[in-house]
């Protein structure tokens, strides 16, 4: 369902960008060529995972754990001890494949229109999450950009770089915690 609606998404952002009110086609810069912002969702994710915020999150998961630990609130215990494996699941999907990170986004959003302006892209999206394109349209990765939202640090920069293998199908990914 993620998936449908992104690309309904999509087609929705293509359509109001490329449409006036009166349904004329209005060129958004002198050659008309619409441009898309994508990116690698997940040289995103692994940005946020490793930033100062990212951090902090597991941080405060394992501070909640060791809280409840000590207090003995079996259920909080029961909770955290189920939540922390499937997060790793949902991380790794992130990192290694095309899982939606839209959540990450989120963190970010009041920063994209600005990162659209400066790339001239009426639109961003997960290069992963965008199964057909027109030929007429142009791609721009924003990557970088995105990238340079979470402050990563020169390992991170590295790793990043180091991205070149295509990801590993989703439905390849082991979905089990336990593994």
């Not at 992963?128 to 390992?155: H, S």
Request: with cysteine; glycine share 6%.
């Amino acid at each position: 369902m993620t998936r449908a609606l992104t690309v309904t998404g999509v087609a929705l952002a293509l359509t109001v960008l490329c449409l006036t009110p009166g349904g004329a086609t209005a060129p958004a810069r002198p050659d008309a060529t619409p441009r898309i912002g994508v990116f690698d969702s997940r040289a995103v994710a692994l940005a946020y995972y490793r930033s100062d915020e990212g951090m902090q999150a597991s941080r405060d998961r394992y501070d909640a754990y060791a809280k409840a630990k000590a207090s003995n609130d079996e259920a909080r215990i029961k909770e955290l001890e189920q939540e922390g494996p499937w997060m790793q699941v949902r991380m790794h999907q992130q990192v290694f494949s095309t899982a939606t990170v839209a959540t990450i986004m989120e963190k970010v959003a009041d920063k994209l229109p600005a990162i659209a302006k400066e790339a001239g892209v009426g639109a961003i999206v997960s290069k992963w999450e965008m199964p057909y394109k027109d030929g007429a349209i142009q791609t721009v990765d924003v990557t970088p950009a995105l990238v340079r939202l979470f402050n990563p640090d020169e390992r991170t920069l590295t790793i990043i770089g180091q991205m070149t293998a295509p990801p590993i199908p989703f439905e390849k990914l082991p979905l089990d915690p336990k593994m």
